[in-house]
């Protein structure tokens, strides 16, 4: 006791001085610092804890799947734990030795850096396998990727990218079995005219890389959708003849398939089926010939096709020795 009196006198030079308040202090002290003290140690899991790798050879890629999260046990008390997360347990596997072909990378709990009160108990897997490649690169056909269904009575005509073809880099193996990348999904649903904009790639395996470029142009065509409609007694002319040349039949029907915008536009007036007399000399037998639809105006003709000349497609054509008009 007298010890004791001693060195509270050294702290407390008048310890007799309101003792009991000051003994009651010092005991709740004692007693806060023996709870601390005595906290429980509990355990806790933590999935997909990420794994981070770095410095991998110059010239080697990653060639295969590797566990990329871990399922990591540790313990501490709830007050350590409670602040901790996933990302503060991940590793990073230093690759700057490694070689082509499959390395294997032991994890061990000195490798990852935890909070302070922290103890790793346990890491699933326990080790990692990483399969690097020599990089290779090749170059490919861009494939745009076009979904929903245009206005209606419009549809997609074409579509083209500039450019065509890109350069992808990775695995020698697994740019073998690839000739093609594809496009992000370009939806043209309710469009009625053409567009373009700018589009990204898609690589088929995060283990191919686009070193050059990740965005091509994309155009797509929209246009209206073909109607057909037919246009009786189109006349044929005979042209470029010195001679009198009658045709038989005189008049044909003709079906053509385009826009019906433009077919509106059309009567028989604006055709012709036409037969090049130049060079047709007289004879007694009739000519075999095909006569050729002309348009006027001719840009009328740019958007529509032909798709029947009946009742016959060839006609008689007889060229007498009179002379007749040029």
Do not use: C
Not at 21 to 38: N, Q
């Amino acid at each position: 006791m007298n010890s004791w009196w001693r060195i509270l006198k050294t702290i407390e030079p008048h310890p007799s001085e309101h003792f009991k308040d000051k003994a009651i202090a010092v005991g709740l002290a004692f007693l806060l610092w023996m709870a601390v003290s005595a906290e429980e140690i509990v355990p806790e899991f933590f999935t997909n804890v990420p794994v981070t790798l770095m410095r991998i050879p110059p010239g080697l890629v990653v060639a295969d799947a590797w566990d990329d999260a871990l399922t990591i046990r540790v313990s501490g008390s709830p007050r350590d734990l409670r602040d901790v997360s996933a990302g503060q347990l991940s590793p990073m596997i230093d690759l700057s030795d490694a070689r082509a072909g499959e390395n294997i990378f032991p994890l061990l709990t000195q490798d990852f850096s935890v909070p302070r009160g922290i103890e790793i108990t346990r890491i699933e897997p326990e080790q990692i396998r990483i399969v690097l490649e020599n990089r290779a690169e090749k170059e490919v056909e861009v494939s745009p990727i076009v979904e929903g269904e245009p206005a209606p009575g419009y549809e997609v005509a074409e579509h083209m990218v500039n450019p065509e073809r890109v350069v992808l880099s990775g695995p020698g193996s697994l740019l073998a079995t690839i000739d093609r990348v594809r496009t992000t999904h370009v939806d043209v649903s309710g469009w009625r005219e053409s567009f373009t904009r700018n589009v990204n790639l898609v690589t088929s395996s995060p283990f191919i890389e686009l070193p050059e470029r990740r965005t091509v142009e994309l155009t797509i065509e929209i246009r209206e959708q073909a109607v057909t409609q037919q246009f009786d007694g189109v006349p044929v002319e005979v042209v470029n003849s010195r001679y009198r040349v009658v045709v038989n039949p005189a008049e044909l029907n003709v079906v053509l398939s385009g826009p019906p915008s433009t077919l509106e536009q059309i009567s028989v007036e604006n055709l012709v089926l036409v037969i090049d007399g130049e060079g047709l000399q007289p004879r007694a037998a009739d000519y075999r010939l095909a006569p050729e639809l002309q348009f006027e105006p001719e840009e009328l003709g740019e958007s529509l096709e032909v798709i029947a000349i009946y009742p016959q497609r060839e006609i008689d054509v007889h060229v007498y020795e009179q002379p007749g008009r040029r």
